[in-house]
């Protein structure tokens, strides 16, 4: 396994700053500055413990997610291979009988980055999705998770880096938004662990298992602790 290389901090400072700049001069900060750490009271109703977890293949192929997860009700909205542009039409027709979930778990970006796709470009489609879900569900939390590092996307991490950084400058400028640190847990000894299928992107039970763990103790440290006690105790 190939261990992370590391870039010289002011480079990924300067890039931070960078994208800081962009993103909040691209969004209207006034209208997003404050971000609250409960739901509102409308939306504790008794019996909602559903959680939508949306994005690409890595999710659309984490087929235990229900096992994983239980507690919680799931429901798997990701799809193979899929980038940004693919996601977003999609989250777009939502509809209203599909109801509303207790929280958002995202997972986006990855094979945007793998695609070439600028990681200035991501955010700004981030920045997309976020919209939607202020206008479809607003204030229905969202955890996005961090970049996954991967044997077979060597090549990509320093744009994962870039992404992850740039997503924790960007998120606490939204309403209800937070990162979910999938990284870390995923490295041992500064090396990627056994956690991949035979491709060396995708994660076996293992590497699932590590994210269901982050999943729910994030979701433990956003949702009022009644919400965690009723649906996951």
Known sequence: MRSIDSSPLAKLLTALLVFAVILVGW??????????????????????????????????????????????????????????ADILPRFANIKPREGRPRALIFYVGENDIANGVPVRTVMRQLASLFDLRDRLLPDVPVLLLSAKPSPGRATFLREQRLFNAAAQQFLPHMRVAYYGDITTPLFAGGVMGDNYQRDGVHMNARGYRIWAEVVRQRLRDILPPHVTHNCAP
């Open 27 to 84: 969004r209207l900060y006034g209208r997003y500055r404050e971000s609250t750490a409960t739901l509102p009271d409308n939306m504790a109703a008794a019996g909602n413990c559903t959680l939508w977890f949306v994005g690409s293949s890595s999710i659309h192929r984490w087929t235990s997610l229900d096992r994983d997860m239980a507690p919680w009700a799931t429901e798997n909205r990701g799809i193979n291979s899929a980038t940004l």
